[in-house]
T-cell receptor
């Protein structure tokens, strides 16, 4: 059974600092990995999708890396802003079925 | 940009009542899903649906739950007799071709069972 872990559970940084969010998973047989943003009481907004064949994916200030063999992904957010404050979820799509396994998330607070 | 829409955004129901949560997936997507998130817990998979039938369901998805695609656009989750522990945020999602493509989520329906 796929287990997804996100460390740290919470992070508080001053505005302008770069953010590093970690995600680890136990089974490397995956189709892809997605990073989501969740604002309090709201839905899930897809940020980045990395296919299992890719090492990296970028969108604006966001960059996500994937090391499938070691079961790790890292989301980097450059030059953080107060608007980046949210919970960031990592989810993996295993090869043996079509359902996402989610981590518990990292709650980020960017202080102005 | 195409999006998954869910209605209602919030529903309060009495224990034992039936509820239907509605979703309109992205129009050309073929796979549909329901997930739920109990307050303070991980998002967890409930069921996936393809070609007008359930393709996979979790242990949570017992006989109290059912899904349906009543027409070409809507996808519904029915809970037959709600329990207090069904209180959660329910998310609908869709993807173009399944596990190898990006899943898009709706804004969720917050279900409160009293």
């Amino acid at each position: 059974k796929q287990e997804v872990t996100q460390i740290p559970a919470a992070l508080s940084v001053p505005e302008g600092e770069n953010l590093v969010l970690n995600c680890s998973f136990t089974d490397s047989a995956i189709y892809n990995l997605q990073w989501f943003r969740q604002d309090p009481g709201k839905g899930l907004t897809s940020l980045l999708l990395i296919q299992s064949s890719q090492r990296e994916q970028t969108s604006g200030r966001l960059n996500a890396s994937l090391d499938k063999s070691s079961g790790r992904s890292t989301l980097y957010i450059a030059a953080s802003q107060p608007g980046d404050s949210a919970t960031y979820l990592c989810a993996v799509n295993p090869r043996d079925d079509y359902k996402l396994s989610f981590g518990a998330g990292t709650t980020v607070t960017v202080r102005a | 940009e195409p999006e998954v829409t869910q209605t209602p955004s919030h529903q309060v129901t009495q224990m034992g009542q039936e509820v239907i949560l509605r979703c309109v997936p992205i129009s050309n997507h073929l796979y549909f899903y329901w997930y739920r998130q109990i307050l303070g817990q991980k998002v967890e998979f409930l069921v996936s649906f393809y070609n007008n039938e359930i393709s996979e369901k979790s242990e949570i998805f017992d006989d109290q739950f059912s899904v349906e695609r009543p027409d070409g656009s809507n996808f519904t989750l029915k809970i037959r007799s709600t329990k207090l522990e069904d209180s959660a945020m329910y998310f609908c999602a869709s993807s173009l071709t399944g596990g190898d493509t990006e899943a898009f989520f709706g804004q969720g329906t917050r279900l409160t069972v009293v």
